[in-house]
């Protein structure tokens, strides 16, 4: 094995970021080349190439669609739930991004305006993206298993001039009609956008309004007879990109901004140096556009890269099989597969063997990467025998936009620690401190936590508040950015991620704020109190548990007010909360101020060891608590 150039290379970073960010600056197409990389004086914490200006989407289409790889597949879009397959190249991308923007344009979109995306895994989401981004204008797609309420919570917070949906997504189960949702959360908003653009699917046409619907196809058909098409807007490298929002401590989401420069850098970094995927590749992110990683490897860094991405409307199992991955590597001839662990897991509970792997011909394919949550070295172990490449997990947040740590194939692979996610990639500066903000020993658990400034790609602030960014990573530990994560670096720098220091659960790789659905669960008229905790799940990593004492007067059956709460939780989080568990307990266990015990009471239900909390106000709650976990099979 040749050796690694990781070190030099984040030790080059360390030693001059301005050189460093400068150079692979040179990867992106600009309008004006920055000559500084970086301004501390802007923002909470500093600003990436202050005075560069491009457009995103002429990086990612334009400058390919100019040169020989106009013919070259840019997606495939592959759909095993629909049945269909198509595939669109570089060049007949740029006519429908073009014609799109020109759409979004007479909506009266422009520069700066917000455009909400509420999609499911088509190709003409990713168009929507990237015409929001040759008009400068600020994206921010909602992921589909969503309900209405939230997507309430993101209009009202990115208050959006046009809204782009589709009237349905398509779930093995069922198909999810788009458009009710739309519309409730537009009524439940204070915020309305002046229009919506919404894409008819055969498996469910949405109801139009006239007063504010347009019909996707007949507008891009009229746009296309008059010819219209909108050139690439000149941004700032500073102005945003994106805002996406994410879970937060509490039930407003973060709408963390994404700026265009320093983002399209890190980006244009990453492929080539970490995945080690050259252009005119194939590369395929199993993920959804509405997380953070769909964005990113799905969308904007295989494009840049002149790659061809591929779009999967379907799951790892059960469309039709365990084998639709390697089904898909092998006809598609993808080099590089980016997927989450629970999807490995769930391969791996259908197909232990791995007998689906053998029976495509992976010969294009050369590594695995995981990524959203923690990969359990079994699944690792498993994943690497069945593939015979390299499996590596890779560590990340919606905030930072791109890896915060991984093991850097391009630059020479380093030696798998299963359980790890290696090492930190350059203008990363992480480490281990303690609750005072001390650094620890190497092989000490801590709270992760990385020195600023953040490298180029991560967020600059969060959507209209400074101050909640200052407040919600920048304080806790003056001078670094608080990931909430708490984990080890060892001996040799490989940093292990263990969870989450905050209230956020990991269901299947999504990120769920439990305090959002505590909010649900309170707000119902029977319930007194509550108490969310994720609990350990063999497929999903964790799930959501509620426990609620209900009101005194309440003479109600209690099942009957759980099966209420499993589906309001599901009707206003959503069907990706996988709220599927609340449990009616007498009293929950708090401490002597008044604190709940939820650590203590996730170790009983995840059946580890626990030891009596010193403060516990009555200790014979957690023996109730026990209890009825066990009465639905849960503990030991
Ligand atoms: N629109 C509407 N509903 C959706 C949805 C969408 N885009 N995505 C998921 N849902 C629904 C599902 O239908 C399911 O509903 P149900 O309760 O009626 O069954 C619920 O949300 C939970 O979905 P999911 O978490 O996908 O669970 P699952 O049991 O259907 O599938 C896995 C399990 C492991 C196959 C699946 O979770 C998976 O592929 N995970 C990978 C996640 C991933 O890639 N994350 C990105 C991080 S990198
Ligand atoms: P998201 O913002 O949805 O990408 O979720 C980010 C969170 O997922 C992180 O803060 C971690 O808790 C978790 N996470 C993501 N990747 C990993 C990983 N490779 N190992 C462990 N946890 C991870």
Not at 204 to 228: F, N
Not at 301 to 319: D, I, M, N, S, W
Not at 470 to 487: I, N, W
Request: net charge negative; with cysteine.
């Amino acid at each position: 094995m040749p050796a690694s150039r990781y070190a030099e290379t984040h030790a080059a970073a360390a030693r001059d970021p301005e050189s460093f960010w400068l150079d692979a600056a040179r990867a992106i197409a600009w309008d004006r080349m920055p000559e500084r990389a970086f301004d501390r004086a802007q923002g909470p914490y500093g600003r990436w190439f202050p005075d560069g200006r491009l457009n995103a989407c002429y990086n990612a289409i334009d400058r390919h669609a100019d040169s020989d790889r106009r013919d070259q597949v840019a997606i495939i879009h592959d759909s095993p739930v629909t049945g269909t397959k198509r595939t669109i190249t570089y060049g007949a991308l740029r006519d429908e991004v073009a014609t799109l923007a020109a759409v979004l344009a007479d909506l009266g979109v422009g520069k700066g305006d917000r455009v909400v995306i509420y999609m499911p895994m088509v190709p003409e989401a990713m168009v929507g993206m990237l015409a929001c981004a040759r008009l400068g204008a600020v994206h921010s797609v909602v992921f589909g298993g969503f309900a209405a309420n939230e997507l309430a919570k993101r209009i009202e917070d990115a208050q959006p001039k046009v809204v782009l949906a589709a009237s349905c997504g398509i779930e093995p189960n069922r198909v999810v009609a788009y458009k009710p949702l739309l519309d409730a959360a537009i009524a439940a908003s204070a915020h309305k956008p002046s229009a919506c653009l919404i894409f008819q699917r055969p498996q469910c046409r949405a109801d139009l309004d006239p007063a504010r619907d347009h019909d996707w196809a007949g507008t891009m058909e009229a746009a296309r007879a008059a010819g219209k098409h909108a050139g690439c807007v000149s941004m700032a490298a500073t102005d945003p990109l994106y805002v996406l929002y994410t879970s937060g401590t509490t039930g407003k989401p973060k709408g963390v901004v994404r700026d265009t420069g320093g983002y399209l850098v890190a980006l244009a970094w990453s492929m080539p140096n970490l995945y080690g995927v050259a252009p005119g590749e194939t590369y395929f992110c199993a993920s959804d556009i509405g997380w953070v990683v769909g964005h990113c490897y799905i969308v904007y860094a295989p494009l840049l890269h002149g790659c061809t991405t591929v779009l999967y409307e379907g799951k790892p199992v059960g469309t039709p099989d365990a084998g639709a991955f390697w089904r898909v590597l092998e006809e598609h001839k993808v080099v590089c597969l980016f997927t989450a662990p629970t999807a490995l897991r769930a391969i791996k509970k259908e197909d232990p063997q791995g007998e689906l792997v053998g029976r495509h011909d992976l010969s294009a394919f050369r590594s695995l990467f995981l990524a959203g949550e923690r990969a359990d070295p079994d699944s690792v172990a498993w994943a690497e025998r069945v593939l015979d490449r390299p499996v590596i997990d890779h560590w990340w947040q919606t905030e930072t936009g791109w890896p915060i740590a991984g093991n850097p194939v391009g630059l020479g692979l380093l030696p798998v620690k299963r359980g790890s996610t290696c090492v930190p990639m350059p203008g990363y500066d992480v480490r281990v401190l303690d609750e005072g903000g001390k650094e620890v020993p190497a092989g000490t658990m801590g709270t992760i936590a990385i020195r600023l400034p953040l490298p180029p790609g991560c967020l600059p602030t969060l959507w209209g508040s400074d101050e909640r960014m200052r407040e919600s990573y920048l304080t806790t530990f003056p001078g670094y950015y608080d990931t909430s994560d708490a984990g080890i670096i060892d001996e040799d720098g490989y940093i292990t991620v263990l969870g989450r220091t905050d209230d956020i659960i990991n269901v299947a790789g999504h990120r769920l704020s439990t305090g959002g659905m505590e909010a649900v669960l309170s707000a119902h008229p029977d319930v007194a109190e509550c108490a969310v905790i994720g609990i350990r799940d063999a497929l999903k990593g964790e799930v959501p548990c509620g426990f609620v004492v209900l009101k005194a007067r309440v003479s109600r059956d209690p099942a009957e007010i759980e099966r209420e709460l499993v589906a309001k939780v599901r009707e206003e989080i959503g069907p990706v909360a996988a709220f599927k568990l609340a449990l009616t307990v007498p009293r929950l266990p708090k401490t002597r101020s008044g604190k709940i015990l939820r650590a203590t009471m996730k170790r009983i239900a995840d059946d580890e060891p626990w030891t009596m909390p010193a403060t516990i106000d009555d200790a014979s709650v957690l023996e109730e608590i026990g209890d009825s976990l066990r009465t639905r099979g849960i503990g030991g």
